[in-house]
């Protein structure tokens, strides 16, 4: 079966199972590898993406969910690591091993398009789906302030 | 948990018992319909029991099983009890929580990772419930899933209801979503989150009997007038 979708602008017919996991056709089928696999339950977040900028667990979306639709994955953020998110990211240094930190962005950034000015609470409360095992919270909560524009 | 309504009306005794183990549903085989009819002139009879016919905690009994109980509000009355073991079971009650923060599995304990409600009862931004739900359960990644999966509205929410609360509750268009009785019933034959109850994947414990079986008793508590268990101490 065909599936019709738009990856990061582009336009991609998939010949998948529509059941496949999105992130296997992103990962393995597109070369899209900056998307991380994780837990493969949507329990830790590492493979989030966006369909239509609402976030979605890639490991356990269904193929099928995406088509005629705009995918966003780390990748489509931005074409030169410009993102606000991005760039604060590397100015405080957020990243340790670095697994989780392209869900933990695209999270960010639909946090950040829903709620521009984010308070504390908030981005505890909307990134608490995604995991960071090197525990590196604090600043991945202080970049995102930053990326906002917050103190 | 324990509930007991106890009924006394001229000369007519009747009693429910219900046993509830956390986890498993109300104890179906512990509905006893017990009815005393006291003698003339001042003459009492010993207690004639009218059970119920057995049932186990995975079925639900049928409307008709109800029919020998011969006052109209305690039909209805015994007929709501049996399907509220649907209703206050954990896949349902699961997402009808009190709080903010949805429960998972039979324990009851809260959403593993932790969401929260959200203002429109899907989650909050980057964090919605479909943002993991899909329009199915997937089975391969356990996570369940059915057509817009959310939160039942804080006013219509369920966990630790007694049968008699959860009844008054589901009759008022306020914490009921605004439905009249009739389309609480349709509400309960058609809506496809509830129907997840029967089919929740993944080894979870579906809700009791069949999806029909429930219709019909929330049908059947509509027509024989819906009034509502009274008198429960919940201990």
């Known amino acids: ?151 | 948990m324990t509930i007991r309504v106890v009924r006394v009306a001229g000369t007519v005794y009747q009693e429910w018992m219900l046993t509830k183990r956390r986890g498993a549903g109300l104890g179906a085989g512990a509905l006893v319909l017990l009815i005393a009819f006291a003698g003339c002139g001042g003459r009492s009879s010993a207690p004639a029991s009218l059970p119920l016919p057995p049932t186990s905690k995975d079925a639900l009994r049928a409307p008709e099983d109800f029919a020998g109980i011969p006052d109209r509000d305690d039909r209805a009355r015994a007929l709501f009890v049996e399907a509220s073991r649907v209703m206050l079971h954990p896949r349902c009650t699961n997402c009808h929580p009190a709080g903010d923060s949805p429960t998972q599995g039979n324990d009851g304990r809260l959403h593993d990772p932790p969401v929260a409600r959200g203002p429109k009862d899907r989650g909050v931004p980057a964090l919605e419930c479909t943002s993991c739900h899909q329009d199915r359960n997937v089975e391969l990644a356990r996570v369940p899933g059915a057509p817009s999966w959310h939160l039942a509205p804080i006013e219509m929410a369920w966990a630790d209801k007694t049968p008699a609360t959860l009844c008054d509750q589901l009759k008022d268009r306020k914490r009921n979503g605004d439905r009249s009785l009739d389309q609480v019933v349709e509400h309960t034959a058609h809506d496809a989150l509830v129907g997840w109850g029967w089919a929740p994947g993944h080894g979870r414990e579906p809700v009791p009997g069949t999806r029909a079986q429930f219709t019909a008793l929330v049908a059947a508590w509509v027509k024989e007038g819906a009034a509502c268990p009274k008198d429960e101490v919940k201990r």
């Not at chain 1, 296997?24 to 089928?29: G, I, K, T």
């Not at chain 1, 837990?39 to 667990?57: F, M, N, P, Q, S």
């Not at chain 1, 590397?90 to 999270?107: H, K, N, T, Y």
């Not at chain 1, 995991?131 to 919270?137: D, K, S």
């Open chain 1, 1 to 151: 079966m065909t599936i019709r979708l738009r990856v990061n602008g582009t336009d991609h017919e998939l010949d998948v199972d529509p059941e496949m996991p999105l992130l296997w056709a992103l990962r393995d089928v597109l070369g899209l590898t900056g998307t991380k696999y994780g837990c493969g339950e949507a329990l830790c977040g590492a493979c989030t993406i966006h369909i239509d900028g609402e976030v979605v667990r890639s490991c356990v979306t269904p193929v099928r969910r995406a088509a005629g639709k705009n995918v966003t994955t780390i990748e489509g953020l931005s074409p030169d690591g410009s993102h606000p998110l991005q760039k604060a990211w590397v100015d405080l240094g957020v990243p340790q091993c670095g697994f989780c930190q392209a869900g933990q962005i695209m999270s960010a950034a639909a946090l950040l398009a829903k709620k521009p000015k984010p308070t504390d609470a908030e981005i505890d409360q909307s990134l608490a789906g995604n995991l960071c095992r090197c525990g590196t919270y604090l600043r991945i909560r202080a970049a995102v302030k930053k990326a906002a524009g917050e103190p």
